[in-house]
């Protein structure tokens, strides 16, 4: 079974330009998160997809970013336009059920200079 | 608003040296309790989780953990470390019957002297 994967690995941009991220969840897994590192802190929830339905985005931190899930398959983050703070490691989860184990992608390390 | 605090930064263990690993929350219901760990290069992993039952878990590679409702602590636990269980430690709670989405610690490194 694969796991859960994200592309890029890494992303070197200049404040005010756009970045997509993205995730491909675990075959199966209808919840999917998003999460947040900025160095030095902690890891800090984005929001929450049930298949393509956004349940829970509390955690997004401004109207700069834009989530979406079509077909409640694989997922994207957009960060439009991108300041100094967005820079940290964007992770992805997938879990079968709410509540339940949530099992973690490689994230994606956003660097804006 | 919930929380979890780890005590520990950074902890430095010479080989079969025991560990534990504080973590404490604040949430006044019920709670299911993660322990995640980042190898270094590697994605986060599920080491072990509580939902209900005997508080003390076992998890892969050794680890347990142990859940006191009393004290809010979920500690993680293993008799001897080895060099390759360096990596960064991360306790992580979520809310029964919440959405689901996790609350971390900021996490512990654990550095293993061979």
């Known amino acids: 079974e694969a796991g859960v994967t994200q592309f890029p690995s890494h992303s070197v941009i200049e404040k005010g330009q756009t970045v997509t991220l993205r995730c491909d969840p675990i075959?199966?897994?209808?919840?999917l998160y998003w999460y947040r590192r900025v160095m030095g802190k902690e890891i800090k929830f984005l929001l929450h997809?049930?298949?393509?339905?956004?349940?829970?985005e509390s955690g997004m931190p401004n109207n700069r970013f834009l989530a979406e899930r079509t077909g409640g398959t694989y997922s994207t983050l957009k960060v439009q336009p991108a300041e100094l703070e967005d820079s940290g490691v964007y992770f992805c989860?997938?879990?079968?059920?709410?509540?339940?184990?949530?099992?973690f992608g490689p994230g994606t390390r956003l660097t804006v200079l | 608003a919930q929380s979890v605090s780890q005590h520990n930064h950074h902890v430095i263990l010479s080989e079969a040296a025991s560990l534990e690993l504080g973590c404490n929350y604040s949430?006044?219901?019920?709670?299911?309790l993660f322990w995640y760990v980042q190898y270094p290069g590697q994605h986060l992993q599920l080491l072990l989780k509580?939902?209900?039952?005997?508080?003390l878990v076992k998890g892969i590679k050794g680890f347990e953990a142990e859940f006191i409702k009393s004290k809010f602590s979920f500690n993680l636990r293993k008799p001897s470390v080895q060099w390759s269980d360096t990596a960064e430690y991360f306790c992580?709670?979520?809310?029964?019957?919440?959405?689901?989405?996790?609350?971390f610690g900021k996490g512990t490194k654990l550095s293993v002297k061979p």
């Open positions: 989860a997938s879990s079968h059920r709410l509540a339940a184990a949530q099992y």
């Open positions: 075959s199966g897994h209808d919840n």
């Open positions: 997809f049930v298949k393509e339905s956004k349940q829970d």
């Open positions: 949430y006044g219901g019920t709670v299911n």
């Open positions: 509580y939902f209900s039952g005997d508080p």
């Open positions: 992580a709670v979520n809310a029964e019957g919440s959405q689901g989405n996790l609350i």
